[in-house]
Each structure stands twice: as C-alpha cells, then as structure tokens.
C-alpha cells in the first residue's frame, strides 16, 4: 500500500497533537524549522543522512 507522504505527515502530526498535546510555540518553531531547513544549503546533508 503506497499511501502519499503529505497525506501521512498529517496524520502523524494530527495523531501527535492529540495524544501528547505539545504545547503551540513548539510545535510553530518545528515546523518552521523543518520549512527553514529545507530550503538551506544543509538540505543535500540531510536528504542523504535520511535516506
């Protein structure tokens, strides 16, 4: 079963949300730290440290 990666980013982050209740600033600095990361001269590091 191939399930799209935005749709299973969702429900972990809904899931995660829900059970562990994070509070909202840090959830805000994760996710605009992964968008910032993303988008910087590290992503190339990253991406290969994951796969």
Do not use: E, H, T
């Not at 059970?19 to 996710?31: C, E, K, N, Q």
């Amino acid at each position: 079963m191939q399930v799209p990666l935005w749709f299973a980013l969702i429900v972990v982050g809904y899931l995660g949300v829900k059970l562990i209740r994070p509070p909202a600033w840090l959830v805000a600095v994760l996710l605009l730290g992964g968008f910032l990361l993303a988008d910087s001269v590290l992503a190339p590091a990253i991406d290969n440290f994951l796969k």
